[in-house]
C-alpha cells in the first residue's frame, strides 16, 4: 500500500436529492440553509433512453445520477469496482410487492425483479457499462460505520488501489410513517475511496460517523472541491 496506509481517502464526492442539485445547494445544506425536500422528486436521467429509466424508482434515478456525476468527475475507470450501500433499499417497491401479496395473492416477475436490494447498482452498471463488478452492503441497525469499513477492506489490504462508494436511500412510503420513518431522508451521494494522500483523509474508523447524512456533512466540509 501507500505512504497512506494508516487510513483511507475520499475524494471527487458527488450527491444528488430532492432540493440539492448543485454544488451550491449541497453547501448551504452543510449550514443549515437548505433542506433535503422530502418528496418522490427524481433526477431526470436525460442521458439514458426513455425506456430505461421509464419504470425507475427514486432509489435508482439517484443511484445512477450519482454514479454518472461521479464518472464524469473523477474519469475513474470503466473498470473500478463499486460497493453499494444503502439502510432499506427498494423500500417502495418491496412495500408494492408485499400488498400485492397480501391483497392479491400474486406478485408480478418485473416487479419483483426491480424490487431486490442490489437492483440500483445493478441498473447504474447496466446503464454505464460498468465492468468492474461491485458488491452491496446493507448495515445492520443502520449503522453507516460498519458498512463504510466494509466497503474499505479491499483498500486497506491492498486488494484495490481504489474504489467507488455509493450510497442511496429513497423516501419511504407513506404507510411506514407509524414506524417513525420522519427523519429518512432521500438522497444519494458516491466517492472514490483510494489509499492515496488526495482528498480527505480518514485514519481511524472511528472518525466514520454512524450515520450516512452525518457521514456526508463532515466530508463535504473538509472537501473544499465539493
Known amino acids: 500500500m501507500s505512504e497512506s496506509s494508516n487510513g483511507i481517502s475520499i475524494s471527487h464526492i458527488t450527491a444528488w436529492a430532492p432540493g440539492l442539485v448543485t454544488s451550491d445547494d449541497w453547501k448551504q445544506w452543510v449550514h443549515n440553509e437548505k433542506q433535503i425536500g422530502l418528496t418522490n422528486n427524481t433526477p431526470k436521467l436525460e442521458y439514458t433512453d426513455p425506456l430505461f429509466r421509464r419504470r425507475l424508482s427514486q432509489i435508482s434515478k439517484m443511484t445512477i445520477q450519482v454514479v454518472h456525476d461521479e464518472l464524469e468527475k473523477s474519469a475513474c475507470s470503466r473498470n473500478i469496482k463499486q460497493v453499494f450501500i444503502s439502510c432499506r433499499g427498494e423500500l417502495t417497491r418491496e412495500f408494492s410487492v408485499s ?34 463488478g461491485y458488491s452491496v452492503i446493507f448495515p445492520s ?86
Do not use: W
Open 99 to 132: 400488498k400485492m401479496l397480501i391483497e392479491e395473492k400474486i406478485t408480478l416477475p418485473a416487479s419483483f425483479s426491480l424490487s431486490v436490494f442490489n437492483t440500483p447498482i445493478a441498473l447504474a452498471t447496466l446503464a454505464f457499462k460498468l465492468q468492474g
Open 141 to 226: 441497525k443502520g449503522n453507516f460505520r460498519d458498512a463504510f469499513a466494509a466497503a474499505c477492506a479491499p483498500v486497506l489490504s491492498g486488494n484495490e488501489k481504489e474504489i467507488m462508494l455509493v450510497y442511496s436511500d429513497e423516501l419511504p412510503p407513506e404507510e411506514y410513517s407509524c414506524l417513525g420513518t420522519a427523519e429518512y431522508k432521500p438522497f444519494a451521494f458516491a466517492a472514490i475511496i483510494s489509499d492515496s494522500e488526495n482528498g480527505v483523509h480518514i485514519p481511524t474508523m472511528e472518525n466514520v460517523p454512524e450515520t450516512p447524512a452525518a457521514f456526508l456533512k463532515d466530508i463535504i466540509l473538509e472537501d473544499a472541491s465539493f
